[in-house]
Nanobody, 124 residues
């Protein structure tokens, strides 16, 4: 079992930045592939970014590429999402997710564990 706790969400103006953190516990963090997803009201949950267990590979949705950066610190059991140049369309609840195994995927269906989510609101 893995517990995930997100933090760092909030209200920011367009063009601003936020850094989300996700602390994991309950399983060897370095064995987990980690991802960030988001869900806006009335929309399906969508992939944002993912990072392999070794941090050797990262993947991004086209909508955030060049603005968001995913990283991890295996010594601190934490994954981060640095979000720059935020836009109103980035407004959503952001979820941290973990999957057991080395395959890095972008489908939320393949992730085994989820955090409770943190709200990000970008005002225009």
């Amino acid at each position: 079992q893995v517990q995930l706790v997100e933090s760092g969400g909030g209200l920011v103006q367009a063009g601003g930045s936020l850094r989300l953190s996700c602390a994991a516990s309950g399983r060897t963090f370095s064995s987990l592939t980690m991802g960030w997803f988001r869900q806006a009201p009335g929309k399906e949950r969508e992939f944002v970014a993912a990072i392999s267990w070794s941090a050797g590979a990262t993947y991004y949705a086209d909508s955030v590429k060049g603005r968001f950066t995913i990283s991890r610190d295996n010594a601190k059991n934490t994954v981060y999402l640095q979000m720059n140049s935020l836009k109103p369309e980035d407004t959503a609840v952001y979820y941290c997710a973990a999957r057991v195994g080395s395959l890095t995927t972008t489908s939320y269906l393949t992730y085994d564990y989820w955090g409770q989510g943190t709200q990000v609101t970008v005002s225009s």
